[in-house]
């Protein structure tokens, strides 16, 4: 049954050409003599054309559409949620644990480390801290001396500067001790250490670990990378013709390597400028937690375009020819040898998303979309017969 539904559908369809490129051989004379040369974007059909054809006119509504778009990119991390692991002072390697893939918290000691300058801080902060109770005891007895006229100034001054420039070198060795991980609260005569503990600033796994025991490092290296994918985020591009269709809340569905398991963010934030290849940068926050995302993957995402009022025709009412796209209007109808004619004029238009069976469209400048009459149905034969006009005779 099917398969003779589509021969009758063939037959007719070729008929119907067969009518548009042949016009009758009894007027051939006279058209040869008065050939009426029609403008490239107009199609012409007679009343039994229109009929063959189920030509159907429709006007442009305005509707709400949600679409999808599906675009690509990267998963990131936060600034927050990764960091990079120096030694400020340098020094030896002594031990570590870990190694790549490794879990961490924060505060887990990742290395020791051992340098001599690292005593050398230490011994000079006792020092400072012990001459600095002594002047001030100083600071104190000159001060009550001065008061009661015992003192004179000039050693007032003295002391006070001595007392200050003290006070001020103690507490930049309490900074510089905090630095490389030692307490100044907690150091004494007693507990001076040539090895200090490098601690993870924060939970994670450890992505890189540039170290091995004995091996010497500078201020400068970067021993571990620590990242938390526990808050992950999407770095999307999108074209900028795509620009209204995303706001920040949205939802979004993305894949990675192909799985089928489908993950979650919400877009929190959209990019400000537009690159050279003509894209913008949109971000979303991971919401569903999964071991298998990993900062750098690439993944495929699809977002829940808004749904905003917008001018659109059903989606059949829309046909492409040279990768563009293009509706009929009604132009005219007109009457050849007293028989009636009408004209239809090829507009090319943008489209946009699609949803339910309609498209959102977007017309040129100078179309007032309440006077028009759109073909919303048998727009692919009005192309056909554009295409076929010229090419057959009877």
């Known amino acids: 049954m099917t398969q003779n539904k589509f021969i009758s559908s063939a037959i007719i369809f070729a008929i119907f050409i067969l009518l548009i490129s042949c016009t009758g051989g009894k ?3 006279k058209e040869a003599k ?11 059909m007679r009343d ?8 159907q006119m429709g006007i ?9 778009l599906k675009v690509s990119g990267l998963i990131g991390v936060t600034p927050q949620n990764l960091a990079t692991v120096c030694m400020p002072m340098g020094g030896f390697v002594k031990s570590t644990k870990l190694m790549q893939g490794n879990t961490v918290k924060k505060g887990q000691t990742l290395a020791i480390l051992e340098n001599p300058e690292f005593v050398d801080i230490q011994r000079d902060y006792l020092e400072a801290k ?13 001060e009550e001396l001065y008061k009661n006229g015992i003192s004179s100034q000039k050693n007032m001054q003295q002391v006070t500067s001595e007392y200050k420039s003290l006070k001020v070198q103690v507490n930049a060795l309490e900074q510089k001790l905090s630095l490389i991980g030692i307490n100044p609260l907690k150091l004494n005569e007693d507990n001076i250490s040539r090895s200090i503990a490098l601690v993870s600033p924060i939970s994670g796994y450890v992505k890189t670990a540039n170290i091995s ?6 201020s400068s290296d970067i021993l571990f990378e620590i990242i938390n994918t526990d808050k992950l985020f999407l770095e999307l591009n999108l074209f900028e013709k795509d620009a209204d269709k995303v706001s920040n809340g949205q939802k979004i569905h993305f894949f990675i390597n192909g799985e089928r398991e489908e993950h979650e963010a919400s877009v929190y934030q959209i990019g400000r400028s537009v690159n050279a290849d003509k894209t913008y940068k949109v971000y979303a926050n991971v919401s ?12 495929n995402a699809k977002i829940d375009a808004s749904t905003n009022e917008v001018t659109a025709l059903p989606t059949e009412a829309i046909v492409s020819f040279d990768d563009k796209d293009y509706i009929f209007i009604f132009e005219k109808n007109k009457k050849e040898d007293g028989k009636p004619f009408t004209e239809y004029q090829m507009v090319q238009i943008h489209k946009g998303v699609s949803d339910s069976g309609y498209t959102e469209i977007t017309l040129p400048e100078g179309f007032d979309i309440k006077k028009i009459k759109v073909v919303i149905k048998g727009a692919y034969n ?8 010229g090419e057959m005779s009877c």
Request: glycine share 4%; with cysteine; hydrophobic share 40%.
């Open 288 to 299: 569903s937690y999964c071991k298998n995302l990993l900062p750098g993957m690439y993944v």
């Open 213 to 218: 025991i004995g091996k010497s490092v500078s």
């Open 382 to 389: 009005l192309l056909s017969a554009k295409k076929n006009a």
């Open 60 to 68: 442009i509504e305005y509707r709400s559409i949600s679409g999808t």
């Open 130 to 142: 012990n001459k600095l109770i002594f002047a001030k005891a100083e600071y104190d007895r000159q």
């Open 34 to 44: 008065e050939l009426e040369i029609l403008p490239e974007n107009i199609v012409e």
């Open 27 to 29: 007027k051939v004379d």
């Open 48 to 55: 039994d054309q229109i009929k063959i054809a189920d030509i």
